[in-house]
């Protein structure tokens, strides 16, 4: 009697032992909840959510989806696709080398959330949800199913820490608040992947091609939405699905192989940004992807500076403003004081060569300064640049600048008979102005691109990320720091303006204005620093896909009227509390954030 008792108390405590989900509902109902759920969210798409076509999307149509539906299918297939791969189907396992339930979880989540904001936003605008039909109800009821199942997954809870019986009730809720937040953030943590079964080259290389095939999409997709509710709803779905398949596995086993063929990922990813223009109707979206790759071209330079050899430089954006005045100055304008017009790879090799003596000028005496100080100096050279060039208008200072009007009418460029001003037809695609200097602009990135990624794996880069790690104990180790940081400065100054050549043929005018510490519209320095932060420091990746961000997303958030930088400079707040290395970090800089994170077996010589 004795011994089955015992049995039964043990049997109980095993039960009570194994690990729960967030729901109490049994794992195998909630696991078919959550596909059944993502499967019937598809489903969902093909059906009318409103009656009228006065919401943005015309969402009334039976078996073609249309706006935001497009995302609600996109995501509503990934958590069926990683429910089935939950289940271990021969086949999908692949999408979740890394396990399927803390995916599932944010890609239910994701569609959960794109569904409801549409419904809410339909009912918003069309004054209740008596103008929802069948497809919105169906399409809302079923997501929160999806949500609930894929809560109900177990995972392995933390312990709690224990509690000193003293504390005080403010004290008691703030431990037990500690404690729910390390149980969400266990819910959704990652597993480890296997290692990966090798493959031929020419798969890995098909599967690089895949992924840029994939980025190219969702990029033209983004910048090309039509109107607000559809790009909030594209934050949405892609912010999730970008988590869900980080979490699964997939992004490190792609990451894997792209660091294998770095080079061919840099070619394809051009090749990728070099179709760009030739999937537009008109020369309406090259205008902002022209202006991104100025902005991150110019990130990148600054990420010499404050990524690799860690230089704080809050006036960078002076030596854009330097390239750009020159090449204004030596382009023929009329209202440059000098009368000449040089063709443009003069220009350029000009703008770039005083950018650099700019950069030589400024650092010489203030590179012996570290932290606060340096960044305090640079504050002040960015503003006396553009002070200095306000007043030089005739009246306060010599007349070069023309002060705050600028220098005006800067020709468009002219290269070997290519007006870069006319419409072109290439392959058979009429290919605008902005699309003529995005390409050119395109060209300047990819050596820049490649200085950064020579530079970063030579010795003076070695030095910089010395310098950067502890600068004293580089000293004693031999390293001369002044001259290495001189090198990093002028490097950086080049850079931005070889940038600022093109940026002054692409706006017809270079005014004062454009070259502030902060401003609504980037670049600025603040901007610039924000995207080098943001992206991920000491990487090639990280700024371009930080500036990018940091230009599309205030410039697709103008609907907020006042509240635009309010609600930016919120995210970049929730951004750097939950991911301080960025989006795209080295894995030094993540391992510094990370403590429980796993170490590398390797790394190179930039930390990444």
Do not use: C
């Not at 405590?13 to 194994?18: I, K, M, P, Y």
């Not at 912010?239 to 980080?246: L, N, P, S």
């Amino acid at each position: 009697m004795t011994t089955q008792t015992t049995a039964a108390k043990t049997s109980n405590a095993s039960v009570a032992d194994r690990p729960k989900g967030l729901v109490g509902i049994p794992e195998p109902v909630g696991r078919a909840l959550a596909t059944a759920g993502g499967a019937l969210a598809v489903v969902s798409t093909f059906l009318a959510w409103t009656w009228t076509s006065a919401f943005p999307g015309d969402l009334t149509v039976y078996g073609y989806p249309g706006g935001l539906q497009v995302l609600v299918l996109i995501g509503g297939a990934l958590t069926a696709l990683l429910g089935l791969a939950s289940y271990g189907v021969k086949g999908l396992r692949l999408l979740a080398p890394a396990g399927a339930d803390s995916a599932l979880k944010l890609a239910a989540f994701g569609t959960f959330a794109t569904t409801w904001f549409t419904v809410i936003a339909i009912s918003v605008n069309l004054g209740g949800v008596v103008n929802l039909e069948p497809g919105g109800w169906i399409a809302a009821v079923v997501t929160l199913v999806a949500v609930l199942g894929a809560l109900a997954l177990p995972f392995e809870r933390p312990a709690p820490d224990p509690s000193d019986p003293d504390d005080t009730g403010w004290e008691k809720f703030r431990h037990h608040a500690r404690h729910q937040a390390g149980v969400i953030k266990a819910a959704i943590a990652g597993g480890t992947a296997p290692p990966a079964r090798k493959l031929p080259s020419y798969a890995e290389i098909l599967i690089i091609v895949a992924a840029l095939a994939v980025g190219l999409i969702v990029f033209t997709y983004g910048i090309g939405t039509e109107y607000d509710e559809l790009f909030i709803g594209f934050l949405i779905t892609a912010g999730f699905g970008f988590a869900a398949v980080a979490k699964a596995g997939l992004v490190g086993r792609v990451a894997a192989i792209t660091a294998k063929h770095r080079t061919v990922t840099m070619i394809g990813a051009f090749v990728a940004a070099a179709a760009f223009p030739f999937t537009q109707s008109d020369d309406q979206y090259a205008t902002i992807g022209v202006y991104i790759l100025i902005f991150a071209t110019v990130a990148l330079g600054l990420n010499i500076v404050v990524g690799l050899a860690g230089l704080l430089d809050l006036g960078y954006v002076a030596f854009l403003g330097v390239g750009a005045y020159t090449a204004a100055m030596v382009s023929g304008s009329p209202t440059s004081p000098f009368d000449f017009h040089l063709p443009f790879w003069l220009s350029a090799l000009i703008g770039a060569a005083v950018a650099m003596v700019f950069g030589v000028l400024i650092g010489a005496p203030t590179l012996r300064l570290r932290g606060d100080y340096l960044a305090i100096v640079t504050l002040g050279f960015g503003e006396i640049f553009r002070i200095a060039v306000l007043n030089m208008d005739g009246t306060s200072g010599p007349d070069i600048t023309n002060g705050s009007n600028g220098i005006s009418s800067v020709p468009n460029l002219d290269i070997l008979g290519f007006d870069f001003g006319q419409e072109h037809t290439i392959l058979g695609v009429a290919i605008g102005r902005f699309s003529n200097y995005f390409l050119l602009m395109l060209l300047i990135t990819l050596v820049v691109v490649v200085v950064f990624r020579r530079s970063s794996d030579s010795r003076i880069g070695r030095a910089w990320v010395a310098i950067r790690e502890d600068e004293t104990a580089a000293l004693a180790m031999g390293i001369n720091g002044f001259r290495v940081k001189l090198i990093a400065f002028a490097l950086g100054a080049t850079l931005a303006g070889l940038a600022g050549t093109v940026q002054a043929h692409v706006t017809y005018t270079v005014t004062p204005e454009q070259y502030q510490f902060a401003h609504v519209v980037p670049p600025n320095s603040a901007f610039l620093l924000a995207a080098v932060v943001l992206g991920g420091m000491g990487t090639i990746s990280g700024p371009l896909v930080g500036a990018a961000l940091l230009y599309l997303i205030p410039a697709k958030l103008q609907f907020l009227g006042d509240y635009q930088l309010f609600a930016f400079g919120l995210a970049l707040v929730l951004l750097m509390r939950f991911r301080p290395e960025g989006l795209i970090p080295n894995r030094r800089r993540q391992l510094e954030f990370h403590e429980e994170a796993e170490a590398p077996t390797v790394l190179s010589k930039a930390g990444a």
